[in-house]
């Protein structure tokens, strides 16, 4: 089946930090490869889509793509704020159009 | 404004207890969702809803089923509500089979 793995779970920065978190996926289809992000309290918000390999999703100074070559896909950032403190979610949708497979989450602390 | 509501959003029960979600959303979309979210597992899909009295089990359906008799409410149902199922819970949509989904701001459930 499909899967997602998300290794790092916590990271801790300072403002104007660089931010690059990364995943790996499995699947047999064409996916989709997305990333949310959730804000204590809240369900998480679609932060990025990239549908095509080696294309860059851009939202809110956040850019993402992703590398069917080594089936792996990245969100960066190049100067975090400590509102982009959140936890952050890769997910895969593939092309089957069923439920996303998430990664376990990357715990984003930024300190002014 | 695109919305996806949650009720209760928080909610004690006794092991034993029936309990319902209720999850409604303002987009007309097609398709919706149960996941729950627990420390170190991420979120996990419970159902898919594709439209009116369509629905199908995702990764982990035992101890729940749902419901959904108008586009825009889909409910979420424990018989015999268990601690394990103490969790946070998250009801999305979806346009059509669409990869982007929409979350709410999820249901905080302990069942003591």
């Not at chain 1, 801790?12 to 997305?34: G, K, Q, R």
């Not at chain 1, 069917?68 to 975090?80: D, N, R």
């Not at chain 2, 629905?55 to 586009?71: A, C, F, H, L, T």
């Not at chain 2, 946070?88 to 302990?110: I, M, W």
Request: aromatic residues 12%; proline residues 4%; neutral net charge.
């Amino acid at each position: 089946g499909d899967s997602v793995t998300q290794k790092q779970g916590q990271v801790t920065l300072s403002e104007d930090d660089f931010l690059f978190i990364n995943c790996t996926y499995s699947t047999t289809t064409y996916p989709t490869l997305l990333w949310y992000v959730q804000y204590l309290g809240q369900g998480p918000q679609l932060l990025l889509k990239v549908t095509t390999a080696n294309n860059k999703g851009i939202s809110r100074g956040f850019e993402a793509t992703y590398d069917k070559g080594t089936t792996s896909f990245h969100l960066q950032k190049a100067s975090v704020q400590e509102s982009d403190s959140a936890v952050y979610f890769c997910a895969l949708a593939p092309n089957y159009a069923q439920g996303l497979t998430f990664g376990l989450g990357t715990r984003v602390s930024v300190f002014p | 404004d695109m919305k996806v509501t949650q009720m209760p959003r928080y909610l004690i029960k006794r092991m034993g207890e029936n309990v319902l979600l209720e999850c409604g959303q303002d987009m007309s979309h097609e398709t919706m969702y149960w996941y729950r979210q627990d420390p170190g597992l991420g979120l996990q899909l419970i159902y898919i809803s594709y439209d009116v009295d369509s629905n199908s089990e995702g990764d982990i359906p035992k101890g729940y089923r749902v419901s959904r008799k108008k586009r825009e409410h889909f409910s979420l149902i424990l018989d015999s509500a268990k601690t394990n199922q103490t969790s946070v819970y998250f009801c999305a949509s979806s346009r059509d089979r669409g990869r982007e989904q929409y979350f709410g701001p999820g249901t905080r459930l302990t069942v003591l």
